[in-house]
């Protein structure tokens, strides 16, 4: 694995430099997944951000490929263990780094083969951006949902193939990854429960974003635990209200994923209070957040 001034010579030629053709650009994104923070992140938290160790774990940096893409990922999981349950752990806007890679090692830590795929690899690495508007206008706006679905699927078939146990398969995500979430759930039938973390809940159609977890209720197929801040403002708890009320009218029609899904509002928490790494990590919340999750996931039947 890269050290943090190896990562730093990478970033330097990413995304777009000529110094490296496409092949070289999609190595570089995957060595340097888990590595270091997102510049757009900073500043780091380093007294708060959490550090799992490796012990006992087998972890490390791959790719599958979806439509002749070699989609690059993190894994963690339990060392020399097999037919293990599956958590897919989507990342928020910046993308596979320390932070996430963090989560799938507790997540190995509690007995999953944890897989964090890079969503952005076809647009651009998000490890080099230093402005959020910028990361999101060049980047994240441009990722189809269509190609993150794919991407999922992708990953829950390397996980059949490694160790993991597919009748045992969840799904969380943070922020970005928190909407989808939502939206894997409710289409795709791998996935046996969900936890979304402050995921956005509604939207304007797109022709990438073509529908919001709003537009999904009726169809979700594995119900899904929603963590959400009190005080996020970019999340108004109007919207999940919305969301409860799409989801009780769905379950009062027979949806048995909608009905048996549930919302947890820590009301003094801000959005993001699960990272760890940064200034609105709120570790109450966090660390009851991630008990629920493990939780949740257990009851559905997933560990």
């Known amino acids: 694995m890269l050290n943090q001034d190896q990562t730093q010579d990478f970033d330097a030629l990413l995304p777009g430099q000529s110094t490296l053709n496409g092949a070289s ?12 923070y997102a510049a757009t992140a900073m500043p780091i ?12 774990l087998t972890s490390g940096e791959s790719t599958f490929s979806v439509d002749g893409f070699p989609v690059p990922f993190f894994y963690a999981a339990p060392e020399g263990k097999k037919n293990l349950p599956v958590v897919l752990v989507i990342q928020e806007i ?8 963090d989560t799938c090692r507790r997540f190995a830590k509690a007995g999953y083969l944890a897989i964090a795929p890079e969503f952005f690899a076809r647009q651009g690495d998000p490890g080099s951006y ?14 189809p949902d269509a190609q993150a679905m794919k ?10 193939a490694n160790g993991g146990n597919l009748k045992k398969v969840a799904i969380t995500g943070f922020c970005w990854g928190g909407r989808i979430t939502w939206l894997y759930a409710s289409q795709s039938k791998n996935v046996q429960a969900g936890v979304a973390w402050y995921g956005r809940l509604v939207g304007t159609p797109t022709a990438l974003t073509p529908k919001h977890p709003l537009d999904l209720a009726a169809t979700l197929n594995a119900p899904v635990l929603g963590l959400y801040g009190g005080q996020d403002g970019g999340i108004p708890l109007t919207t999940v209200n919305q969301m409860k009320d799409a989801l009780a009218e769905a379950g009062a ?12 509002v820590y009301k003094d928490a801000p959005h993001a209070f699960h990272a760890d790494y940064r200034p609105s990590y709120r570790k109450d919340a966090a660390e009851d957040g991630f008990k629920r999750a493990l939780a949740w996931f257990k009851a559905n039947g997933v560990a």
């Open 253 to 264: 029609k027979d949806n048995a994923a909608a009905k048996a899904s549930e919302f947890v």
């Open 94 to 101: 910046f993308g596979v780094h320390e932070y996430i890679a």
């Open 25 to 36: 650009r999609r190595t570089a994104l995957k060595m340097a997944l888990g590595v270091g």
């Open 45 to 56: 938290m380093a007294q708060t951000a959490i550090k799992t160790p490796n012990d006992g």
């Open 151 to 160: 991407d999922l699927d992708g990953a829950v078939a390397w996980a059949g």
């Open 130 to 143: 230093g402005e959020t508007a910028k990361l999101i206008a060049e980047v994240v706006s441009k990722v």
